[in-house]
């Protein structure tokens, strides 16, 4: 259960998507998203990368953070100005794992609001360790970066490891790191962490979801990822918070290139769950995508970069 004394119910629950690998101007409004329409001279930035911008009400006021930052930070600021959003209001930052699609426009956010004084940063176990890929039917490992704690501390941030599940806001709490109970949400092995001398498959011990619980509706789940599994993700939130019911899903499923099998078993245990809305991103796929689509169409939604979800507790 949460380390803190009681989590604080939301209210309401906002959450704009500032970068995803997809957008779409186009598409058309549901009852909890709002997509952001371009007018003459601008342009919407997506990108392999996925950053979040989250308010929420409680009784104590409003809770804001940002959860991911992205690649390109100066884009990702470009998108906050037009959904009419400052970032500089932010009163904690959170990073789900240490991929650099993930943190590397942090720095650059962090430089555009300036001072931040002390601002928490809050990561996972390992967030500051070396990674590297293989790719399809080679051996050689491809650099993917590291995430350097001395240049974020430099930015005035004061970095916080997270193990056990916290509330760091009024009404927004952090999973710690998550349980792994399926048998099919395995690691990808061509994913690698350098421990020690040696590059070994990362097995994200310290991933990090988001989780709030919507008065009266249940849990609002926020992945980066879901390296750890989508359905353990979810399964650890109901854990650590006491509540069972799903009212939301959001975020990367990381279902890519994933075994059909898997896809089919992560699709019926999400059914199972009953979300009232689904909202896979980034990383998920398109066969997964397609086959929530097709499965579960009265709760999907298809997710673009500039969308802004609301999810309230006076609604369904």
């Known amino acids: ?3 803190t004394d009681r989590m604080e119910e939301a209210d309401e629950v906002r959450i704009w998507v500032l970068t995803d690998n997809y957008y779409d101007s186009l598409r058309p409004d549901s009852e909890v998203s709002t997509h952001y329409r371009v007018g003459a001279g601008e ?17 104590e006021g409003t809770s804001r953070c940002m959860f991911d930052f992205g690649l390109d930070g100066e ?16 009163e904690a930052f959170v990073l789900s794992h240490g991929h650099f699609d993930h943190w590397s426009g942090a720095e650059e956010i962090l430089r555009r609001i300036g001072s931040p004084g002390g601002l928490p940063f809050y990561v996972g176990e390992e967030a500051f360790l070396r990674r590297g890929s293989l790719r399809p039917g080679t051996t050689e490992v491809q650099d993917i970066g590291k995430l350097e704690r001395g240049r974020l501390e430099a930015l005035g941030v004061r970095l916080i490891e997270v193990r056990e599940p916290v509330q760091i806001l009024p009404g927004i709490g952090v999973t710690g790191n ?12 061509a994913l690698l962490v350098r421990r020690g001398e040696r590059m070994e498959p990362d097995d994200f011990r ?7 619980v919507l008065k009266g509706k249940g849990l609002v789940v926020v992945s980066g990822c879901a390296h750890a599994g989508i359905v353990n993700t979810v399964l650890h939130a109901q854990k650590v918070s006491g509540v069972r019911e799903v009212h939301a899903v959001i975020g990367g499923f990381h279902l890519i290139n994933a075994p059909s099998d898997r896809i089919r078993r992560t699709l019926e245990a999400i059914r199972e769950l009953e979300p009232r809305h689904l909202v896979p991103a980034h990383c998920t796929g398109f066969e997964a995508l397609t086959a929530f689509s097709r499965e579960m169409p009265e709760v999907f ?5 500039a969308t802004r979800y609301r999810f309230s507790a006076l609604t369904r």
């Open 1 to 3: 259960m949460m380390q």
């Open 43 to 59: 342009c919407i930035h997506a990108e392999h990368g996925l950053s979040y911008y989250i308010e929420v009400s409680t009784g």
């Open 75 to 90: 884009r990702i600021w470009d998108n906050a100005r037009l959904l009419g959003l400052d970032l500089g209001r932010s």
């Open 178 to 189: 998550i349980g792994r109970v399926t048998d099919y949400e395995t690691p990808n092995p």
């Open 206 to 212: 310290g991933e990090l979801a988001l989780f709030f």
């Open 301 to 305: 939604e298809l997710n673009t970069a």
